[in-house]
Nanobody
Framework: QVQLVESGGGLVEAGGSLRVSCAAS????????MGWYRQAPGKERELVAV???????NYADSVKGRFAISRDNAKNTVYLQMNSLKPEDTAVYYC???????????????WGQGTQVTVSS
């Protein structure tokens, strides 16, 4: 089983910055894509940013130019640097990773439990 543990969430003022981290642990053969999603109360979960194993990235239009996703493959960790935060960014941020348990298995999608990010106006 793969565990994804997010950290770094909290309260920040509008215009401020915050960095959230997600570390993968457990038994797995490899990690492919990793990403961040978020969900505000009463709204659907949406993609924020994703990064491939090779470092290619994609961002939601709403965060493009403000957020930056990165990963440290040696640490099995993905980061999301959030700058120029807006109250609209307030949500629970979830880490996602596509992992392969062994070379005999197919990749599966795993989710963290989420970390709350609150941006005050």
């Amino acid at each position: 089983q793969v565990q994804l543990v997010e950290s770094g969430g909290g309260l920040v003022e509008a215009g401020g910055s915050l960095r959230v981290s997600c570390a993968a642990s457990g038994n797995f053969f490899s990690i492919y894509g990793m990403g961040w999603y978020r969900q505000a109360p009463g709204k659907e979960r949406e993609l924020v940013a994703v990064i491939s194993s090779g470092g290619s990235t994609n961002y939601a239009d709403s965060v493009k130019g403000r957020f930056a996703i990165s990963r440290d493959n040696a640490k099995n960790t993905v980061y999301l640097q959030m700058n120029s935060l807006k109250p609209e960014d307030t949500a629970v941020y979830y880490c996602n990773a596509v992992v392969r348990r062994s070379y005999r298995d197919s990749p599966v999608s795993s989710w963290g439990q989420g970390t709350q990010v609150t941006v005050s106006s």
